[in-house]
């Protein structure tokens, strides 16, 4: 009877240029993932963009966010211009670059407050500053006194003639539009004087329905 004879274990074939590679298969699969997720967040930004997620917020709305409240400004002894606006009126729209670039040079020394006449916490004021059409502006010095008032819209040079007088402490100027109140008349309403005629472009407080 023959020996029975077992076959050797198969060895290892050395492999004399190292380790064996990584398969081109899940090499490739990286780079797709890495593909994938730059196209996912390129189209995750553009899709807030469309949405109008990124876009900086419109002057009009930059300036009613930062606005103080009236009664802080009124009282912090500095000279204050208010504006009567409301979001659907174009003009209080095309005038409000020139409002911010005022409201940033002026800053330490204005302070700009923005009513919203839909805001009907503000219908006490809309009386008070007899609020017929906007963009109205209402002007007060340091000491929170009313001294005059800017009817219709207003480009960069008006609102720097107009901020520097109340900066100064000096008259209003003679602009179409502006006047300085009067005292209050017997209703409580501010009345105003002669020189506002011919004022700019305007819309009803409650024109848009």
């Not at 003639?161 to 109140?181: D, E, F, N, R, Y």
Request: charged residues 15%; proline residues 10%.
């Amino acid at each position: 009877m023959r020996p029975i004879r077992f076959a050797d274990p198969p060895q290892p074939v050395s492999n004399p240029q190292g380790p064996s590679p990584i398969p081109a298969a899940a090499s490739l699969g990286r780079r797709e993932r890495a593909v994938l997720g730059a196209i996912a967040a390129a189209l995750l930004v553009a899709l807030l963009w469309l949405r109008g997620g990124l876009h900086p917020a419109a002057p009009l709305e930059q300036l009613a966010r930062q606005s103080l409240d009236l009664p802080v400004a009124l009282t912090n002894g500095k000279p204050t211009l208010v504006e009567f606006y409301a979001d659907w009126c174009e003009a209080c729209r095309a005038m409000a670059p020139a409002m911010a670039a005022m409201e940033r040079q002026q800053h330490d020394q204005l302070d700009v407050v923005l009513l919203n006449v839909d805001n009907p916490r503000w219908l006490p004021e809309l009386d008070r500053y007899a609020v017929n059409g906007i963009p109205q502006l209402e002007l007060f010095d340091a000491a929170g006194l009313d001294v005059g008032r800017a009817i219709g819209a207003r480009n960069a040079t008006d609102l720097a003639t107009l901020s520097g007088a109340l900066i100064g402490g000096q008259p209003l100027p003679q602009l179409v539009g502006v006047g300085a109140v009067s005292p209050l008349s017997d209703d409580g309403a501010l009345g105003l004087s002669a020189g506002t005629a011919g004022a700019g472009t305007m819309a009803s407080p409650r024109s848009h329905g």
